[in-house]
């Protein structure tokens, strides 16, 4: 099912099940800038990631002396029981509570919406979750959507690259082959606030960013004034990712990681876990915004 939504500027398609924004189309050029799903490349668009980001141990984690399971970026994404709750003409809202089928994996209660708010050409992606249980809960949540890369038939994905709002001494935090933290990195920019594309870039898997200065990155080309920024003010983490095949790049802001390779697997050690109290509310928000 398609849920859409859209305003004087921009038309957006959300889709179910998992609430993965799945379309973004300009009214003013009809320029769509989403990644259409192609199920033999990479099947998703943007999956909302939560209770996790990335893999778990063995797919495991610790708590309270139990053991439970979780899939890589946690049960959220592709997920039937995150309905549409709320709809506007520049609006749409999902949500999920905590249930007997949760609780097996993840012994905590919550409340989980996300809203696509649309204002003017900019999308306004909005988190928000409640802990309605009686102790702590222990969560993290990030974005992945994918992008069009290139947008016109006359581009290359090579034409195409990261422009930083700050200069950026960074490197990457490098995976194992089973998806979690090495403890090793490996330098992307050195000063420069340009990071050009291409499919070989993403040959180790994702590009893991955890102290970048900028707060937006702006995805341009070499032959257009067209472009798409990502602003990320409520997310510590950033991670840059794509299908060594794939004409699409995801921007995917990020409030954890996945394990380390050493990780003891408790879940209140893991790196970039957040508290949140008893009857608490928790908010975080990233923007996009269709520049023409």
Not at 110 to 116: E, L
């Amino acid at each position: 099912m398609i849920h859409y939504a859209k305003n004087s500027e921009l038309e957006i398609a959300v889709r179910q099940p998992g609430a993965e924004l799945s379309s973004i189309k300009s009214l003013k050029t009809g320029i769509e800038y989403m990644w259409g799903m192609d199920p033999s490349i990479w099947n998703s668009t943007a999956p909302i990631l939560f209770p996790i980001v990335g893999c778990l141990k063995d797919n495991n984690y610790l708590w309270k002396g139990e053991k439970y399971s979780l899939t890589r970026h946690g049960f959220i994404r592709e997920n039937p029981q995150l309905l549409l709750t709320g709809i506007t003409a520049g609006s749409l809202t999902f949500g999920m509570n905590s249930n007997k089928e949760t609780h097996k994996i993840y012994p905590f209660d919550f409340d989980f919406s996300i809203q696509f708010l649309l204002e003017g050409t900019k999308i306004k992606v909005n988190h928000k979750v409640v802990n309605t249980g009686n102790s702590e809960l222990y969560f993290s949540l990030g974005g992945h959507p994918a992008f069009r890369c290139p947008v016109h038939a006359d581009e290359k994905y090579e034409d195409y690259y990261l422009e930083f709002d700050q200069p950026e001494q960074v490197s990457t935090w490098l995976l194992t082959g089973d998806g979690l933290l090495s403890g090793q990195t490996e330098p992307v920019l050195k000063g420069s606030n340009i990071l050009p594309l291409s499919h070989e870039l993403f040959s180790k898997d994702a590009l893991i960013f955890k102290d970048l200065k900028s707060k937006k990155v702006t995805l341009r080309n070499k032959k257009s004034t067209q472009a798409l920024s990502f602003s990320f003010e409520d997310f510590p983490y950033l991670g840059v990712w794509a299908k060594t095949n794939g004409n699409f790049v995801c921007i995917e802001p990020w409030l954890g990681v996945a394990d380390s390779w050493n990780t003891d697997q408790l879940l209140e050690h893991k790196e970039g876990i957040l508290q949140l109290a008893a009857g608490e509310v928790f908010e975080a928000s990233y923007v996009i915004e269709i520049q023409e």
